[in-house]
């Protein structure tokens, strides 16, 4: 069956710009998870939704920041004024009625 | 609050020797522990987890990790390393005392096999 998939798979960007990064859960996954990992390092929480809404939303970094889930599936990260210090490897999560997690392939961020 | 700490960024092994690779938590509630591994350019592949059963949990590709609430443990072994197993090793605990479930990773393990 599908996995998580998650697009593109690369985004170059200049500083400023706005950005939006799409994940595709694992179909009947109520749980989706958004994280970032930076070069060198494990990957780090930012946004939790179950179903529709974010029910926890205390890793992202700033307002700058901001993720949607309106039909309980697909997701959108969004990040305005991008800075070069956002650049990293953003995954996607799904989960479903345990709490094993599965992964996409990830998006990788380059803000120049 | 949950905490992953993986010991060794990076870690060699002969191709055919015993490869372990070690992960403290720490948790205030019975922990839900998983082990990640990830290769270049992709995303992460669940290898294997504990969740309250059976101590001693078998993964795919050989892998297996013993549960030691004792020693506050959930290291990584396979008996003979093989090539293919170079990677990056994520050790991660479950956040079930939020009941997000999010997961907190260690810093990883970076894993190389030498002819």
């Known amino acids: 069956g599908a996995g998580v998939s998650q697009t593109p798979s690369n985004k170059v960007t200049e500083k400023g710009k706005y950005v939006e990064l799409r994940c595709d859960p694992i179909?009947?996954?109520?749980?989706l998870y958004w994280y970032r990992q930076s070069l060198g390092q494990g990957p780090e929480f930012l946004i939790y939704f179950q179903g529709t809404g974010a029910a926890d939303d205390s890793g992202l970094p700033n307002d700058r920041f901001f993720a949607v889930r309106p039909e309980g599936s697909v997701s959108t990260l969004k990040i305005q004024r991008t800075e070069r210090g956002d650049s990293a490897v953003y995954l996607c999560?799904?989960?479903?009625?345990?709490?094993?997690?599965?992964f996409g392939p990830g998006t990788r961020l380059t803000v120049l | 609050a949950q905490s992953v700490t993986q010991l060794g960024s990076h870690v060699s092994v002969s191709e055919g020797a015993l490869v372990l690779l070690r992960c403290n938590y720490s948790s205030s509630v019975p922990p839900y522990l998983f082990w990640y591994v990830q290769y270049p350019n992709q995303g992460l592949q669940l290898l294997l987890k504990y969740t309250s059963a059976a101590t001693l949990v078998k993964g795919i590709n050989g892998f297996e990790a013993e549960f030691k609430k004792s020693e506050t443990s959930f290291h990584l072994t396979k008996p003979s390393a093989h090539m293919s197993d170079a990677a990056e090793y994520f050790c991660a605990v479950s956040d079930r005392d939020s009941g997000t479930y999010k997961y907190i990773f260690g810093t990883g393990t970076r894993l190389k096999v030498l002819a």
């Open positions: 179909s009947g996954h109520t749980a």
């Open positions: 999560a799904s989960s479903g009625r345990t709490d094993t997690q599965y």
